[in-house]
Every structure is written in structure tokens, then in C-alpha cells.
Nanobody, 123 residues
Framework: QVQLVESGGGLVQAGGSLRLSCAAS????????MGWFRQARGKEREFVTA????????SYLASVKGRFTISRDNAKNTVYLQMNSLKPEDTAVYSC????????????????WGQGTQVTVSS
């Protein structure tokens, strides 16, 4: 019974930073590529970033590249999302997800999803 639980969301001013965490339990964390998606109210879910099983490869949505950094610590069964230079357009519920490969994450073919954490960026 694999479970993903996000934390670290909150309210920040434009230009500020947040670090999200996603803790996994009940499975073999290192066997999954991991990723982050976001969904604003009334909008469709969109891909943000993903990382390969070993952490050697990453992919980013163009609008967050250079501002967001994904990382993972397989010993802690945790994936992180460091978000810097936040903009109001980044406001959304951020969810972590697990899938078989990095490519599957990029095309939103994740198999396991967390319930999300709210990120709100004020202007």
C-alpha cells in the first residue's frame, strides 16, 4: 500500500521561496520516477517537473526552469521541490506522483498520486 504525502505549502509574497516535500511509504521508493504536478482551481492539472529513479535526469516545465529545482533522497524515501522567485501564476495545489519512468511522468502517466499541498503567491 504505497502512499505519498506532500507538505511545505503555504502563502508567500511574489519573489519569495518555498520548499515542498513528498514522503513515500509502503513501497520501494527507488523503483519509481517521481514528479510534481499542479492544478489551479477551475483549471486542468499540468506537469511541473520530474526526476528519474536515480536522480540523474530531470525535466521541467519551461515556465519554471531556472526557478524550481526537483531533487530526491532515496534513503529518506522523499522527493523535494525547491521553488524560488515565485510568481502569482504559480498559485495552485501541488501534488507529487510516482511512475515507472521519467518519460511517463512528463506525459502525465503517473500511477500513484498524493493529495496535494496548497501554494498561494500574493502580488
Amino acid at each position: 500500500q504505497v502512499q505519498l504525502v506532500e507538505s511545505g505549502g503555504g502563502l508567500v509574497q511574489a519573489g519569495g521561496s518555498l520548499r515542498l516535500s513528498c514522503a513515500a511509504s509502503g513501497g520501494t521508493f527507488s523503483s519509481y520516477a517521481m514528479g510534481w504536478f499542479r492544478q489551479a482551481r477551475g483549471k486542468e492539472r499540468e506537469f511541473v517537473t520530474a526526476i528519474s529513479r536515480s536522480g540523474g535526469s530531470v525535466s521541467y516545465l519551461a515556465s519554471v526552469k531556472g526557478r524550481f529545482t526537483i531533487s530526491r533522497d532515496n534513503a529518506k524515501n522523499t522527493v523535494y521541490l525547491q521553488m524560488n522567485s515565485l510568481k502569482p501564476e504559480d498559485t495552485a495545489v501541488y501534488s507529487c506522483a510516482a511512475g515507472g519512468t521519467l518519460h511517463q511522468m512528463v506525459v502525465a502517466a503517473a500511477e500513484i498520486w498524493g493529495q496535494g499541498t496548497q501554494v498561494t503567491v500574493s502580488s
